[in-house]
């Protein structure tokens, strides 16, 4: 019997999830299957509709190696596991006649843990372990929060926290899970032969196809022990993404509420001594954490370094006198222990990193807004630390040993795929060199016909934007075009302030258009209701920009205040574009607009999602149409018809809302 065809293999996969068939699709398939034969790397922007997940899978399966897939979003990582990859493995396993087994894999805190929910809890202010569901009053959120968990212990298969519906609070569940640091290990634990988590890991060693996220795929590059299994072939999806979250991964933070825990928890395992240096270090580092002002530490003060100093010392001796004290009379001295030197071991990871003043690595204080978190309960502030740029340890860790396919319907920024191939540590398409990764870059494509579904309006009569002043013309402008469209708007702003000042001034403009704002409710819960009416308005911030998906005539208008470029006063941005410009290269194109045009492609994005949608990306920015950059970030949205005419955009929105209302009808 012969090999099935690549195209026999996708008709069958397609047909099984209730897909069409894509000339894009077909294109990606074979490009993903020609890069895994030949061991190179692929970067692939796939638009919209293009059914990337089949593009990328059959191809992969019929390879027979094994792969990880990982993914950015939760609602992506379901889809692969509870849709695409279930139905794709059984139309393919009579062609190919296996069935490839594919399971989930996540970092540890994702999962229950059993010693945690019935040993207890290692109380921070006393000994030992303390009974978390008695503690909590069972009339309140957290009571209850606790009681179901209680119960779905006893049902759940997984023990992943993904699987819970519904969800619930952060707290709740930080009582009935651990990090990987504060795990007893499964050798010695008494639960360790039912560990959710160990389950899991087991089930992946068996997988040919494992799913993952961003943060577990970062973890196992940085972190040097693999938490990932062996694979030949890396693919990820939402790979515009992967950048923040493997800098996200790396960033190390300090605060005096997380110093100030670490002391409580190592208090009573250690001596007098070791336990008396920490926390005369902690008050010092909690005092200047009081006085220091927010900003980019391009040298450590000499009091914050002393201070530091101190604290990588004290924690340094109390990690050893944790090693070599016992007591038997602290209950469940071994969790104790675990979660005690997690604390201190991350504090002074993060100190010592600091101390040790790597040019690579950019340092800053924040101040936050008080807000009651756990992370703020002391001085409302912390020092970070994070990489200048990750594209070094992108390049050594995530292209060797491997075919890596990178996709997204955004990586091709201003025309070609070099901007975001540069922030992965790749040269050039097509450049040579011993330790130049070897790839190339495919476009194939959107099923949509962008310039007859959408206009892209930039409001080129309007000021130009000033940072936090008042932009009566623009809400002028936002107000008209809301009226015009009938509702039907998301409106995507580059700051939070903005978004509520927005949401504030047209609730009293126009009323008859209810305002959603984001973080006046669950951003699932203000999707839904934004659906739901079509006279609705969705306004929000970053994760807006990305992470809304609603076709139909719910979203007609997409609306941009401005070009969202990094905020000046941001350590890192500023950071990496000084860095840039310092090695003869263009910071502010780099880094400011890769930064703009990544997020506007995405923000674009939200408005054509079907084959029958029509509407208006409007950008009341008028530097897109007259600064020298506007171009650049032009060419990294989708391909709309362009305008600047004010008067054109009104007519075609009133006329998408008039043919929208008729088919409600």
């Not at 034969?37 to 638009?47: P, T």
Request: proline share 5%; charged share 25%.
């Amino acid at each position: 019997m012969t090999q099935p065809s690549l195209p026999e293999l996708l008709h069958a996969a397609v047909t099984a999830v209730g897909g069409t068939e894509r000339p894009g699709q077909v294109a990606m398939a074979e490009a993903v299957a020609e890069a895994i034969d030949d061991g190179v790397h692929l970067l692939v922007q796939a638009g919209t509709g293009t059914g990337k997940s089949l593009g990328y899978l059959v191809p992969a399966l019929a390879h027979g190696e094994r792969v990880v897939v990982a993914t950015a979003t939760l609602a992506l990582q379901r889809q692969l596991v509870e849709r695409d990859l279930p139905r794709t493995v059984e139309a393919l396993h009579p062609l190919l006649r296996r069935r490839p087994e594919f399971a989930m894999l996540k970092g540890r805190s994702n999962y229950l843990c059993l010693h945690r929910l019935h040993e207890g809890v290692p109380q921070d202010e006393e000994e030992g372990l303390f009974d978390q569901f008695e503690a909590a009053a069972p009339t309140s959120k957290l009571g209850q929060d606790l009681l179901r968990l209680r119960d779905w212990s006893d049902e759940t298969e997984t023990g992943d926290r993904d699987d819970l519906t519904p969800g619930v609070s952060d707290r709740a569940w930080s009582q009935v899970s651990v990090s990987s640091r504060e795990c007893l290990g499964a050798t010695k634990c008494a639960y360790g032969a039912e560990c959710f988590a160990e389950a899991a890991r087991e089930r992946a060693k068996l997988a040919e196809v494992i799913v993952t996220n961003h943060a577990l795929l970062a973890i196992d590059a940085i972190e040097g022990a693999p938490v990932l299994p062996q694979h030949e072939v890396l693919i990820v999806d939402e790979a515009h993404e992967l950048v923040s979250r493997v800098t996200g991964v790396a960033t190390g933070e300090l605060t005096s509420g997380q110093v100030n825990r670490a002391v409580r928890r190592a208090a009573k395992l250690v001596n007098e001594k070791a336990a008396d240096q920490l926390q005369t270090a902690a008050e010092g580092f909690e005092r200047l954490m009081e006085l220091a002002l927010p900003g980019r530490l391009e040298e450590i003060p000499e009091d914050l370094g002393y201070a530091l100093m101190a604290l990588r010392d004290a924690c340094r001796t109390v990690i050893s006198a944790i090693g070599s004290t016992r007591d038997k009379s602290v209950q469940d001295e071994d969790a104790v222990r675990k979660q005690a030197l997690a604390s201190v071991e991350s504090v002074h990871d993060v100190a010592e990193r600091i101390t040790n003043g790597s040019e690579w690595d950019v340092v800053w204080y924040e101040r936050h807004e008080p807000r009651g978190g756990a992370a703020y309960r002391h001085s409302g502030a912390s020092l970070r630390v994070a990489p200048m740029s990750v594209s070094g340890l992108l390049r050594e860790k995530l292209f060797t040993d491997r075919s890596v396919v990178l996709t997204s319907a955004t990586l091709k920024l201003g025309g070609d795929f070099n901007g975001v191939g540069a922030s992965l540590g790749l040269g050039p398409e097509g450049a040579e060199g011993d330790d130049l990764p070897q790839w190339k870059g495919v476009d194939v494509g959107s099923p949509f016909d962008y310039p007859r579904q959408g206009i892209l309006y930039v409001a080129k009569h309007l000021a130009r934007p000033a940072r936090d002043g008042d932009r009566k013309d623009m809400l002028d402008e936002l107000t008209e075009l809301i009226q015009a469209a009938g509702g039907r708007t998301l409106g995507l702003f580059s700051s939070m302030r903005a978004a509520q000042l927005a949401a504030e001034e047209l609730r009293s403009r126009i009323p008859e258009y209810p305002i959603l704002l984001q973080g006046e409710e669950t951003l699932g819960e203000l999707i839904k209701n934004f659906a739901a009416d079509p006279r609705t308005c969705l306004f929000g911030t970053l994760s807006l920009w990305q992470g809304v998906d609603v076709p139909g005539p719910s979203c007609q208008l997409v609306v941009m205040d401005k070009i969202p470029f990094p905020r000046p006063d941001d350590p890192l941005m500023s950071a990496r574009q000084k860095a840039v410009e310092e090695a003869g290269g263009n910071g502010f194109m780099a880094v400011a607009a890769t930064h703009a045009a990544l997020l506007m492609a995405q923000g674009a994005g939200r408005l054509v999602r079907a084959s029958g949608d029509r509407g208006v990306v409007a950008v009341l920015d008028p530097r897109l149409a007259t600064a020298r950059y506007g171009s650049y970030l032009k060419a990294s949205m989708p391909d709309f018809w362009y305008t600047t005419d004010r008067n054109q955009v009104r007519k075609s929105l009133a006329a998408i809302d008039a043919a929208a209302k008729t088919a409600e009808q």
